[in-house]
């Protein structure tokens, strides 16, 4: 099995383009020892291997649909008068992002 190493978590870092101080280094190898610890408890169970993995983590999901019934809804003009600015019935939303973005 590989294991991660400072240099390896330094490069990953780089690419990420986020700074780890020695001290986050430090605490990310002792994160991803502890992962690496659970895994090997995980894998020392007896015929691990021979279990079928679980799409979902409970095996006894049932699904209750309930009937459809109409309910009264709000008037969309009622809902636009608490809004800034609109269009229609739709509202304007101010431009957040850069040009450049």
Request: aromatic content about 4%.
């Amino acid at each position: 099995m590989i294991h991660f190493t400072k240099e390896m978590v330094d490069s990953y870092a780089d690419k990420l383009l986020i700074g780890l101080t020695e001290e986050e280094n430090k605490m990310v190898l002792d994160e991803f020892a502890e992962i690496d610890r659970n895994i090997n408890i995980i894998n020392a169970i007896p015929n691990i291997k021979d279990v079928e993995p679980m799409s979902y983590c409970l095996d006894n999901m049932k699904c209750h649909l309930n009937n459809d019934e109409a309910e009264a809804t709000v008037p969309i003009e009622e809902l636009l008068r608490n809004s800034g600015k609109t269009v229609g019935r739709e509202v304007e939303v101010v431009k957040v992002v850069g040009e450049n973005a």
